[in-house]
């Protein structure tokens, strides 16, 4: 309800949404610089991921490597880059969450994933 029964001040509107549309893009680019991690295991397999779930990095120990058994390397590296994902998607809800639903209500919003 808007007091007095006037009608919003749309410049007002206007300068508060730009706001937020600058404050999601600093976080969308914080994001694409910040490292997570993902292993799986127990350390022997460990994936580095933006935030924003680009690869980066990959660390296989010696000792998960199996000439006879490639299979279970490829499923722990799956698991290593699943894992920093969900790190990634955990973050990118701590950044974004607060700006997108003050755009909206968190969902509709094209590129963000919730």
């Not at 007002?12 to 490292?35: G, I, S, Y």
């Not at 969450?97 to 968190?106: N, R, T, Y």
């Amino acid at each position: 309800m808007i007091p007095g029964g006037g009608q919003p001040n749309m410049q007002q509107l206007l300068q508060q949404a730009q706001k937020m549309q600058q404050d999601l893009a600093k976080a969308q680019e914080e994001l694409a610089n910040t490292e997570v991690d993902g292993q799986s295991g127990g350390g022997l397999v460990k994936a580095t991921v933006t935030g924003a779930g680009e690869l980066r990095g990959l660390v296989i120990d010696p000792k998960a490597v199996d000439p006879e058994d490639t299979e279970t390397l490829a499923d722990l590296i799956v698991a290593a880059v699943q894992a920093a994902n969900e790190n990634a998607q955990n973050l990118q809800q701590q950044k974004l969450g607060p700006l997108a639903q003050g755009l909206g209500g968190g969902s509709g919003i094209p590129g963000l994933p919730f």
